[in-house]
């Protein structure tokens, strides 16, 4: 029998791009790499050769002599100090889309959301402290208060119509709201030794930023190179270098350069200059008027688009499906050769990050929520009850990407507590996942 070859590349492309458009692809991804990491930390073949990688140093280097430029660091910071800059830049591009025109946009949408956010980070910490006051692992406090977005929408996704469009909605701005609290608490709680003159450049040049987007200046390259230069004094502030990241979105400007108006009379414009110059049998690669307008009719769409949108949706891709990846490649890979060692569920450390993420972060986000319904400050999502607002406040416990961030910057130099921190952030993720899965199937219904 005879394979064609061709139809089944052509069905297997579409079913990749059937996975990448699907809202739960880069959860799926984060798993496929996490267990990869694990598999590459412990296996005799190459456990060596993997933390050989992390710790190999690289650099850059311009200039000569006394006027060299050198920046130097090795792959696990790179990762982590580098292209996380990226990741919270796009996160810093998505609350500031929910701010301007999304859940967050007014006071009635927002107040939800950002209470429940506020409770789901209060009564993990709460959690962690009991288990953990005055003990060496105390300043940890951070690891159990965030959500990891790509894994809970994921679930929903999955669960379909089972969960009404509002609850959805809710989730998704609490984890916004969720990732903004946690940018905070990097900032103030998780850097170094503060160096004021780095922080009064930044100032400096987001002041002239500032300037640029207000005199409507959209092209990237004016904020591509400062870019860079606000994450090199960020590194050295004592301030994580990751923030520059979330400072940048904020002052990249959202505006469209082409107002609707101009930009429908463009397209006119143009779209009867591409009839007008249309030849029967001639294609529009050898029809070089043709070619020139839809050149312009893309130019014009380019620029009805503020520029913090395109590059939203620009990166996107890159952060779900090479950036994430790669940090869980670099940070989810601990020996279990060293689990009895560790003693996760024999020391407070342990105890904390799983119960913080596991009943912390669901009972502060209902609680939370339940006030505010109450008190009247917000509504209950529309088809919401109280146990489905539950079930999904469940899914608030998978911390994951930003809790292992956390945990690494809480014990910097102790790898051991910071391999039994990351296998507690697994644990604790996996039970709220399996957790809030079974309270939303027991509490859904097919719509």
């Known amino acids: 029998m005879a394979i064609d070859f061709k139809s089944a590349g052509s069905r297997l492309a579409r079913r990749g791009l059937h996975f990448i458009a699907s809202p739960w692809a880069g959860g799926v991804i984060l798993i496929v790499f996490v267990a990869i990491a694990m598999l590459l930390a412990n296996l005799p073949q190459t456990k060596e050769l993997y933390h050989h990688i992390l710790t190999t140093d690289m650099g850059l280097f311009i200039g000569e002599g006394d006027r060299r430029f050198a920046l130097t660091l090795d792959v696990e910071k790179f990762i982590n100090d580098g292209l996380m800059v990226v990741f919270f830049f796009v996160v810093g591009l998505e609350i500031k889309r929910e701010i301007i025109a999304g859940q967050l946009s007014s ?159 463009d397209v006119k414009y143009y779209i009867e200059d591409f009839k007008f110059h249309d030849k029967p049998g001639v294609e529009v690669m050898s029809n070089e008027e043709q070619h020139f307008a839809l050149l312009k009719v893309r130019a014009s769409a380019n620029d009805a688009i503020g520029m913090s949108q395109r590059m939203e949706h620009l990166l996107n891709p890159y952060v779900t499906f090479l950036i994430m990846p790669i940090f869980a490649l670099a940070n989810a890979g601990v020996e279990i050769g060293s689990v009895s060692e560790l003693n996760i569920f024999s020391s407070t450390l342990g105890w904390g990050v799983f119960f913080g993420l596991l009943l912390g972060k669901p009972l502060g986000i209902f609680c939370a929520s339940w006030l505010a319904i109450k008190s009247r400050i917000a509504v209950m999502p529309m088809d919401g009850s109280w146990p489905k607002l539950f079930s999904v406040a469940c899914l608030g416990g998978i911390g994951f990407t930003m809790s292992i961030f956390i945990d690494t910057l809480a014990f910097p130099g102790d790898q051991l507590i910071v391999d039994e921190g990351k296998i507690a952030i697994l644990l604790g993720s996996i039970a709220a996942a399996c957790f809030g899965t079974f309270m939303l199937a027991v509490t859904g219904r097919k719509r």
Do not use: E
Request: aromatic share 14%; charged share 10%.
């Open 107 to 265: 006071i009635r949408q927002a107040s939800l959301p950002i209470v429940a956010a506020l409770g789901g980070m209060i009564a993990p910490a709460l959690i962690f402290t009991l288990f953990n006051h005055g003990t060496q692992y105390a300043g940890g406090w951070g690891i159990p208060t965030a959500t990891d977005i790509a894994f809970a929408i994921g679930i929903l996704s999955i669960l379909g119509n089972r969960v009404p469009v509002a609850l959805k909605v809710f989730l998704t701005a609490l984890a916004i709201a969720d990732d903004l609290g946690a940018i905070v608490v990097i900032a103030l709680f998780y850097g170094g030794t503060i160096d004021w003159v780095c922080l009064g450049l930044i100032a400096v040049i987001m002041g002239v930023l500032y300037l640029f987007n207000r005199a409507g200046i959209y092209k990237v390259r004016y904020y591509l190179i400062p870019a860079f230069v606000v994450w090199y004094l960020f590194y050295n502030s004592g301030v994580h270098a990751t923030i520059a990241g979330v400072l940048m979105a904020m002052i990249i400007p959202y505006k469209p350069h082409l107002k609707k108006k101009f930009f429908l009379h």
